[in-house]
Each structure stands twice: as C-alpha cells, then as structure tokens.
C-alpha cells in the first residue's frame, strides 16, 4: 500500500529533551512537509522540502530542525529551544501535478506532550 | 493576520439533509483551494479541491463553490451521513509563489450529523 507513515503515534518528552519524529511516504512524492495542529486551530507549517537535501522555514520553524537525505524520508526534530512543544505534529507529501493540481497527503500524525 | 477563516466553529446537520461549510480568505493570489476531513486522533484526508479558473467542482456527495469576487468558498455535502461528522478543514495556496504547495489552513469547522 502507498501511503504516508509517521511514528511513533504517541510521544512523552520531558523538558529540556530533543525528541526526533519520523515521516517516510512511498509514494514518490518529491515535496514533503511539517505541520503542527493546537486544539482549535487549523495546521501550521513548520518546515517543508521540495527536494531531497534541500528545505525551507515554514510559519513556525522556531524550535525545530530537520534534514531530507532521503526522498522517502522528512524527519522532525523538536528541540528543547520550542517553548510549548505539545500538539499533534502531521506529516504531508505532495503530489506535483499540472498547474493548479497539487494536493498534499497527510500522515496519521504523532501526538508529542511534554512532561 | 488569519488569512483563511472558518468563521463557523461548529455545525449540526440532520442526517439527510444538506451540510454547508463555509470558508472567506483575504489573499487574492490564492489560486488553489482544498477541503480536508479530519478525525480525532488520525490525519487529515483529502476530499475535494477547485483551482480558481473554475467557480464549482463536484465529486460525488460533495461539490465545492468559488467565488472569487467575494472571496469565498462553501462545500456542500448532500445528502448528510453520521460518517460525515468530523472537523472539516478549508485549505488554499498561491501557486504562482515558486509552486512550493505552502497551505494556508483556516481553524476548521466540527460537523455533526445526527441520525
């Protein structure tokens, strides 16, 4: 099946403390992104790539680093410098289409609170 | 600056009836607009998109309308099932801007249908 994993599903973290979520999509998708969810908010992004060992701030980069070696693979670190690390983080992959035909493709999410 | 708003943080629908979701944005470069369905600890799926060169798309139970003087755009899902309950985000992208996918999500709306 071709889809978009993102592990683990549930992470505790304790203050002070890196922790590095995981994205791999075998879809062949070349963009890939980072967003992360606040109860009563829509998604923000906080880093995407549009091709293998190159990526881009999003909204919210403060706090958060990552690396695109792989074109399957987009992982997130959040580090102990994001103040209010807690929140759901979902991971996308882009199709590119024609003009005006991208659609981004989420992965389950990884839920990530801190102690 | 909340560039895409779903001013309407919640709705009930019976079933079998029509669900309208309504979404404004302020940007008018935005050329490529998404809904997304979402349910409690899981990603969000895609559902239906409509680039700015057409003003309705339809896939099925759900049809999407533009209109661009206003900006604003509605999903429209008929007829309403139970499974439809879930928080329902509206998505837009300026493609123009170096076709990066960057999505611009409003903070969603929870639809219930009650049976």
């Known amino acids: 099946d071709g889809g978009i994993t993102q592990s683990p599903k549930y992470l505790f973290r304790k203050e002070g403390q890196n922790v590095t979520l995981s994205c791999e999509q075998n879809?062949?998708?070349?963009?890939m992104y980072w967003y992360r969810q606040d109860p009563g908010q829509g998604l923000r992004l906080i880093y995407y790539?549009?091709?293998?060992?190159?990526?881009q701030k999003g909204d919210i980069a403060e706090g958060y680093s990552v690396s695109r070696e792989k074109k399957e693979s987009f992982p997130l670190t959040v580090t102990s410098a994001q103040k209010n690390p807690t929140a759901l983080y979902l991971c996308?992959?882009?199709?590119?289409?024609?003009?005006?035909?991208?659609?981004?493709?989420f992965g389950p999410g990884t839920r990530l609170t801190v102690l | 600056d909340q560039q895409v708003k779903q001013n309407s943080p919640s709705l009930s629908v019976q079933e079998g009836r029509i669900s309208i979701l309504n979404c404004d944005y302020t940007?008018?470069?935005?050329?490529?607009f998404l809904w997304y369905k979402k349910y409690p600890a899981e990603g969000p799926t895609f559902l239906i998109s409509?680039?700015?060169?057409?003003d309705k798309n339809e896939d099925g139970r759900f049809t999407v309308f533009l209109n661009k003087s206003a900006k604003h755009l509605s999903l429209h899902i008929v007829p309403s099932q139970p499974g439809d309950s879930a928080v329902y985000f509206c998505?837009?992208?300026?493609?123009?801007?170096?076709?990066?996918?960057?999505?611009?999500f409003g903070q969603g709306t929870t639809l219930q249908v009650k049976p």
């Open positions: 996308a992959s882009r199709s590119r289409g024609g003009a005006n035909t991208d659609t981004q493709y």
């Open positions: 879809l062949n998708h070349d963009a």
């Open positions: 790539s549009q091709i293998v060992n190159d990526f």
């Open positions: 940007n008018s470069m935005f050329d490529y």
């Open positions: 409509i680039s700015s060169i057409k």
């Open positions: 998505a837009a992208s300026d493609n123009g801007s170096g076709n990066t996918g960057k999505l611009i």
